[in-house]
């Protein structure tokens, strides 16, 4: 059974910084590229951060170039995402995910909040 969950989300001052995790099990986590997407309050879910199956490749959304950093450990079938120098316009729910044998496959989320 596939399954991603994620962690380490929180309450930030601006300014703050953040390592989410998310945790990948029931399938060949090397294989595939992962990704983070994130979805604030009555908006839709966008892309954040993608990287490929080994980690060489790394593509980010403009709105988080140079502030935020997706990394992958396949030895622990985890893929993580960095955000630093975190605003307010960064508060929003953040998923991991995954496409597999085309079929979408998302985790619970992890809330973040950028308030003063």
């Known amino acids: 059974q596939v399954r991603l969950v994620e962690s380490g989300g929180g309450l930030v001052q601006p300014g703050g910084s953040l390592r989410l995790s998310c945790a990948a099990s029931?399938?060949?986590?090397?294989?595939?590229?992962m990704n983070w997407y994130r979805q604030a309050p009555g908006k839709e879910r966008d892309l954040v951060a993608t990287?490929?199956?080994?980690?060489?490749?790394?593509q980010y959304a403009a709105s988080v170039k140079g502030r935020f950093t997706i990394s992958r450990d396949n030895t622990r079938n985890t893929v993580f995402l960095q955000v630093d120098s975190l605003n307010t316009e960064d508060t929003a729910v953040y998923y991991c995910?995954?496409?597999?044998?085309?079929?979408?496959?998302w985790g619970q989320g992890t809330q973040v909040t950028v308030s003063s």
């Open positions: 029931g399938f060949p986590f090397s294989n595939y590229p």
């Open positions: 995910h995954c496409r597999i044998q085309r079929i979408d496959r």
């Open positions: 990287i490929s199956n080994t980690g060489e490749s790394r």
